[in-house]
């Protein structure tokens, strides 16, 4: 280790020691402000919201836009910070309107269910009307 190490932090990016008051700390390190951007779109990442994708940083809309997986049920991309349910390549929003039994409509969060593809289900009756 250099001398200086215990007086200023070391940037997780450029690996240069930091002499600005202003610097940002994620993911266990810290970082210049400028150093700590958005893979996609460079955006400075301190104070946002980010999601670590392939241990690059992204910021919430380059994610929105191209990483967040598709809630089968209703669509939508599944928000970084949203709860989800994946079941195989499959996602849902953790949520009743979407994880859900295709059959009857009934929540299947904390529930058991079976998977048919994208379709859930809650038994083997539901299971039946779905293939059906
Ligand atoms: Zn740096
Ligand atoms: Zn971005
Ligand atoms: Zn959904
Ligand atoms: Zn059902």
Known sequence: RHYGDSEKPRCGGCDELIFSNEYTQAEGQNWHLKHFCCFECDCILAGETYVMENDKPV???CYMKNYAVKCSSCQNAVEP???RVSYGD???HAEPQCFKCSGCSKCLIGQRFMAVKNFLCCSVECKKKIMA
Do not use: I, L
């Open 59 to 61: 910021c919430k809309p």
């Open 90 to 92: 499959y996602h849902w």
């Open 81 to 83: 910070e949203a709860q």
